[in-house]
């Protein structure tokens, strides 16, 4: 990588981390803790963030790329999201199979996922092999896309 490369994805990150840290402030706003909440953003300027509210899976999308950059869209979710969903926040700890000693340059191109769950806290970059259990995961990311 190269050095405007590397600036350029550091600028990105930044920008990221910032509209994701202060739409969790909203949710906290509307009484949402950050249990149970997760984000994640991809190489082509989309953040994601899904929770549970008053037992209901809610997730926004938004840009930190573009013209659209830093709106806020409610995502609608199917039945297989929602069942993805649900899946991974009563069993976070399969995300923890993913780790940054399996990185793999072949792999989909999440930059950062982040997770926070009552029971589970972590963050790794998912350029990382994943295996079976992680179908829900990759699943829900792709469709959320």
Same mark, same amino acid.
């Given at each position: 990588?190269?050095?405007?490369?590397?600036?350029?994805?550091?600028?990105?990150?930044?920008?990221?981390?910032?509209?994701?840290?202060? =739409?969790?402030?909203?949710?906290? =706003?509307?009484?949402?803790?950050?249990?149970?909440?997760?984000?994640?953003?991809?190489?082509?300027?989309?953040?994601?963030?899904?929770?549970? =509210?008053?037992?209901?899976?809610?997730?926004?999308?938004?840009?930190?790329?573009?013209?659209?950059?830093?709106?806020?869209?409610?995502?609608?979710?199917?039945?297989?999201?929602?069942?993805?969903?649900?899946?991974?926040?009563?069993? &976070?700890?399969?995300?923890?199979?993913?780790?940054?000693?399996?990185?793999?340059?072949?792999?989909?191109?999440?930059?950062?996922?982040?997770?926070?769950?009552?029971?589970?806290?972590?963050?790794?970059?998912? +350029?990382?092999?994943?295996? +079976?259990?992680?179908? &829900?995961?990759?699943?829900?990311?792709?469709?959320?896309?």
């Amino acid at each position: 990588m190269n050095v405007y490369s590397q600036n350029r994805y550091e600028t990105d990150s930044i920008t990221a981390y910032s509209l994701i840290k202060n =739409e969790m402030a909203n949710l906290k =706003e509307r009484g949402i803790e950050k249990t149970n909440v997760i984000s994640l953003f991809d190489d082509t300027g989309k953040i994601i963030i899904f929770w549970k =509210e008053k037992e209901k899976y809610r997730a926004v999308k938004m840009h930190y790329k573009g013209k659209e950059s830093n709106k806020v869209k409610k995502q609608m979710l199917s039945k297989l999201d929602k069942k993805n969903i649900e899946l991974i926040f009563k069993n &976070p700890q399969i995300l923890s199979k993913i780790s940054n000693s399996n990185c793999n340059e072949k792999a989909h191109s999440l930059n950062k996922v982040n997770i926070n769950t009552e029971k589970y806290s972590n963050s790794f970059f998912s +350029n990382c092999e994943q295996d +079976n259990e992680l179908i &829900p995961f990759t699943s829900l990311y792709f469709s959320l896309r």
